[in-house]
């Protein structure tokens, strides 16, 4: 019998970091249309001002503020109207004071105005004459040249997952190429005799491959590619032939089941029947997770998950996000939501304990509940939103305790 | 001039689901592995018990648990090792008390046993007997046929947006193929005599039409496809025909931009213009997104977003992404984030007021700031994480006073 020398949360994300951080991955150029959620490769300057010119914010009467000063309802201040902006257009007149330009919402100042007065505060005496009844300051109702982006600012970061906010920030500069991260390549293998494919039929003491199709639309999540999925029986020779092209056609090879002595014994061997550093990481302080292998052949990642549901789930969350986010210098906050656990409870002191919750809502006040159960139940999964991580050196948590939990 | 007679956020809620909720949305089978974030048009039942058997979530030995009643380090039970589960296989073999089975994680355990003693409980004694040093339960280290899911079982319901632990429970019935909603399809026009398209000339006076990719990606985010995005002059005769074609090919037409009195005025003309009742809402008490226009034209939504990005962006999130949810009966659940305003804010009472926040944490504390700015400037919005909302009958909160921020 072996036993694991394992090692906690943060050592194997020391080994991840320096082993695989520097993973080489390509960059292409897609269109502002599907650069949604990509990654940016390079930080994104503007090579112009946005707004590149004045910009009144409101329908109304470019003026010159001053001209307004010490106006009121009872007092108001009488301005020639000398002409018009058309909406889209350059302006080729300017006012003195005395004269003001009525502007549209978004339309451009004349040079030498420097605030807008609202049509609402504006009395039409007649074709070329206004009345202005409130005082308005230098700047009102007015984005200035380069208010919102500056010519040269760095607007987005190398590494910034791309939002629709940032798809709006992209169009102000007329970015319609951008370059970002290609997909990261996985090759996903699930093992075990008692794993069957969707089309295969369900024979007494098989077992539906769940991980497999799990954690590939985890991996869609992350915006990483599925190269290759399959399922591979207890057998060392199919398990090396089947790593050994996950190694050449992909960047991280994910293999997950091989909960049994056996296979667990067969993923250990073929990672260090590569070239490599061979296995760097056999059982992580965590549960659920303890029986994750960590290995490198060829300079490239092979990663072993556990076999149970949860178990795989959790591992992926916790360092194949971890990793990925590190090969392409993601800077992504996730937030924790805060909530008040209902119950009293027990983890396993000397690990990282990761515990599923449900949450529910009353009073304005979010309540966790853990939801227990085997770590092979996968309903356990879905019936949950996020899980609450429980340190190493805590006996448990106490009912009506505040705790922050990670969102799935 | 015209003053816009406003209503609630809550009424204008109301109107969309008394007008659109009923839109009809075809389904469509795809497969498991391109069925991520597609919305399930059907209650998924089980056909299948997960598992179908008995199954052993450890390594070890199927006892009756009765036999190991009473034993001890110093009493050990001694029992008959009578074969070994193969991994995948039925069991053709049962045990008697006085005896065991060999079976690996995952495996099937024989008929008459009722748990699984671990093999590191165990002291091997010779090929076919076991030593074992400790009692354990009934069901100890068992999966029992159907714990995770029970045969006619309601696993998913209608309106669930599948997530991955979904596409888990999916794999383990052995689903395939699943039928979800088509995705709603949207036309997006972009209208102002200002805005230009990202391929074209930045003309002194003219600015990027930074809402109309904007929006096609907030519609991606939601699982909608576009149809069309185009960019419409001010001029009623092609807001028309643009508006009659989006009517024709898609389920709901957006248009945004139109801040100017001019445009606002043609859009309303236009949805007047065709049959049906015509503008349903016209300015919602909502700040920002005062001018948003919505109208029902030959049974389909016709939505004028407001034109400044902030505004529209704010607008879609709170009516746009509400419809859809209405429309496909999506059971979402969105958290928010509990954080400490770091300043006074007043607000505009009368009208429900969403505030832009960044938050920060500090001392395991999250703070959120308000980002000032004016509701043109798209950078206001990427340099934000999410809102906050304050209630018509509130004027203002307190520095360090609790907030819920709503994450974007």
Redesign the interface.
């Known amino acids: 019998?072996e036993f694991f020398n394992v090692m906690s949360v943060d050592e194997v994300k020391n080994i991840l970091i320096n082993n695989f951080k520097n993973i080489k991955i390509e960059t292409e150029k897609v269109t502002?249309?599907d650069c949604?959620e990509r990654v940016l490769s390079k930080d994104i300057a503007s090579q112009?001002n946005?707004?590149?010119?004045n910009?009144s914010?409101v329908?109304g009467y470019a003026i010159k503020s001053n001209d307004s000063h010490g106006c009121s309802d009872c007092m108001p201040t009488f301005l020639e109207v000398t002409g018009e902006v058309?909406?889209?257009?350059?302006?080729d007149i300017d006012i003195k004071n005395g004269q003001c330009i009525y502007v549209?919402?978004?339309?451009?100042l004349p040079k030498s105005a420097d605030s807008v007065i609202m049509?609402?505060y504006v009395e039409k005496l007649d074709e070329s004459t206004i009345a202005i009844h409130k005082p308005i300051s230098t700047g009102e109702n007015v984005?200035y040249k380069g208010?919102?982006?500056k010519e040269n600012q760095v607007?987005?970061k190398k590494g910034k997952k791309i939002?629709?906010?940032?798809?709006?920030?992209?169009?102000?500069?007329?970015?319609?190429e951008i370059e970002v991260y290609k997909s990261i390549k996985f090759t996903v293998i699930s093992t075990?005799?008692?794993?069957?494919d969707?089309?295969e039929n369900?024979?007494?003491?098989?077992?539906?491959?769940?991980?497999?199709?799990?954690i590939?639309?985890?991996i869609?999540?992350l915006g990483g590619s599925v190269v290759k999925k399959s399922i591979v029986k207890?057998n060392y020779e199919l398990l090396k032939e089947e790593v050994s092209n996950g190694i050449k056609n992909s960047d991280i090879v994910l293999l997950s089941g091989g909960?049994?002595?056996?296979t667990r014994d067969y993923t250990h061997d073929v990672i260090n029947s590569f070239d490599g550093q061979g296995v760097l990481v056999h059982g992580v302080a965590l549960k659920p997770g303890k029986p994750t292998i960590i290995g490198e052949c060829e300079n490239k990642a092979v990663i072993g998950l556990p076999?149970?549901?949860v178990s795989a789930?959790i591992v992926f969350k916790i360092f194949i996000e971890y990793l990925v986010n590190q090969i392409l210098d993601i800077k992504e906050?996730t937030?924790?939501?805060?909530a008040i656990i209902n119950t009293n409870l027990h983890s396993s002191p000397g690990k990282k304990t990761y515990q599923m919750v449900s949450?529910e809502e009353i009073a304005n006040k979010?309540y966790a509940k853990p939801m227990f159960g085997?770590?092979?139940?996968?309903?356990l999964?879905?019936k949950?939103?996020g899980y609450i991580i429980i340190d190493e050196d805590c006996e448990g948590l106490y009912k009506e305790q505040e705790i922050k939990?990670h969102?799935?």
Do not use: W
């Open positions: 019998m502002i249309l949604y112009i946005v707004p590149d010119f910009r914010t329908d058309n909406m889209g257009q350059a302006v549209p919402t978004g339309g451009m049509i609402e984005v208010d919102d982006i607007v987005l939002n629709s906010q940032d798809i709006g920030v992209l169009a102000s500069l007329g970015a319609y075990g005799d008692e794993i069957i969707l089309d369900l024979e007494f003491g098989k077992i539906r491959d769940i991980n497999g199709y799990a590939c639309s985890l869609k999540k207890d909960s049994s002595v056996g076999g149970h549901p789930i906050t937030y924790t939501v805060d949450l979010y085997k770590s092979s139940m996968i309903t999964l879905s949950s939103c939990v969102l799935l």
